[in-house]
């Protein structure tokens, strides 16, 4: 069966990614020649680096690299939108200009050479193809624990998400026209791809190290970031909330028996630790549960406003 070259966009987020840009786009052009000497891409493929208002020459480069190839092209966001919302500008952009998109992080930790399979299932049917880590041995033992946590975690607050799969994945037109239905503001990306239901497959790769650079993912950012995972997918957390609340009161009926046993047996007056615990405990559970409850609502405050997710400053085709 001859298979026709497939009309590829690779989408690249970049966020103070001058360290990386030259041998990041040098590998995808390398990559692009040989697999459109292998017939997998046709010559209308395109890369596109997405600047998400970086305050170092990230755009200077990209301008430079898109006046000088004719496979990339650059998008400027007009300020830091974050790395989903990059991601999903680039990819909105594109989707009615090509068959597939893939999309990858700058610093290519993710192995490229995984994509020309992404193509061949991409050929056989598959609308979405996710990358999945075959290991984490480069990364740093935090990570690995930390990142596996996370993984765990989701699954159990009942989120449908692909174990170890981050944002490189391959995405067709259609599977990208459903995703641009999805108009939540609050974007986590690899829990929203599975909720298009397309068929899809995995692919495997080894996660390298970043080879310049830093890594634009502080402790900070990633918390928050698997926070954000967790309350825009799951309202396990205040369900969970109410649990305890029923645990505690069943609790308190039976404080309110024993209290009234030693009150008639005449052994009150000695009431004051088991007031200062409950006092305590029941004013934290209480606060805690507050608080929890109020970053749903902040959430639902940020979707009520439809605010755009990113705002495009400058386009080079
Ligand atoms: N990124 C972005 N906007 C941000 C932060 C990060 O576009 O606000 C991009 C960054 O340039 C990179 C990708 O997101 O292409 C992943 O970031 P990084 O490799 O630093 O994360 P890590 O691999 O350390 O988790
Ligand atoms: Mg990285």
């Keep these: 069966m001859i298979i026709k070259p497939v009309n590829l966009y690779i989408v690249v987020p970049c966020y103070n990614e001058e360290a990386v840009l030259r041998e990041t786009s040098k590998q995808l052009l390398a990559l692009f020649e040989k697999m459109r000497a292998d017939s997998l891409i046709d010559s209308l493929s395109r890369i596109v ?10 755009w200077e480069l990209i301008s430079g690299l898109a006046a000088e190839y004719d496979e990339i092209y650059g998008i400027k966001l007009a300020k830091n ?15 009615d200009s090509c068959e597939c998109v893939i999309s990858i992080d700058a610093d290519l930790q993710d192995d490229i050479n995984a994509i020309p399979e992404m193509i061949s299932k991409f050929n056989s049917g598959c609308d979405v193809v996710y990358g999945v880590r075959s290991d984490r041995e480069r990364d740093s033992f935090f990570k690995r624990f930390t990142a ?43 829990g929203m791809v599975p909720l298009v239901g397309y068929k899809s497959d995995i692919v495997y790769y080894s996660r390298g ?30 369900r969970m909330i109410s ?5 505690s009161f069943l609790i308190s009926v039976v404080m309110a028996v024993y209290t009234l046993v030693q009150k008639l047996t005449g052994h009150a007056g000695m009431g004051w630790a088991s007031i200062m615990m409950s006092i305590w405990f029941i004013g934290g559970m209480i606060l805690l549960s507050l608080g929890l409850i109020g970053e749903y609502i902040g959430k639902i405050y940020k979707e009520v406003k439809r605010r755009p997710r990113y705002i495009i400053e400058e386009v080079k085709f």
């Design 81 to 95: 939108a974050g790395h989903q919302n990059a991601l999903f500008a680039g990819l909105m952009t594109v989707k």
């Design 209 to 238: 190290e970043r080879f310049a650079g830093e890594s634009k993912y502080p402790l900070r950012k990633m918390l928050s970031f698997a926070f954000d995972g967790i309350t825009s997918f799951s309202i396990t957390p205040i």
């Design 49 to 58: 680096f997405v600047d998400d208002g970086s305050y170092d020459r990230t």
């Design 148 to 190: 596996v946590g996370f993984y765990k975690l989701m699954r159990f607050l009942g989120v449908n998400i692909v174990y170890n799969h981050a944002d490189y994945r391959l995405m067709s037109a259609r599977a990208l026209n459903a995703l641009s239905q999805f108009s939540e503001v609050n974007m986590f990306l690899r």
């Design 243 to 247: 649990v305890i609340g029923t645990v």
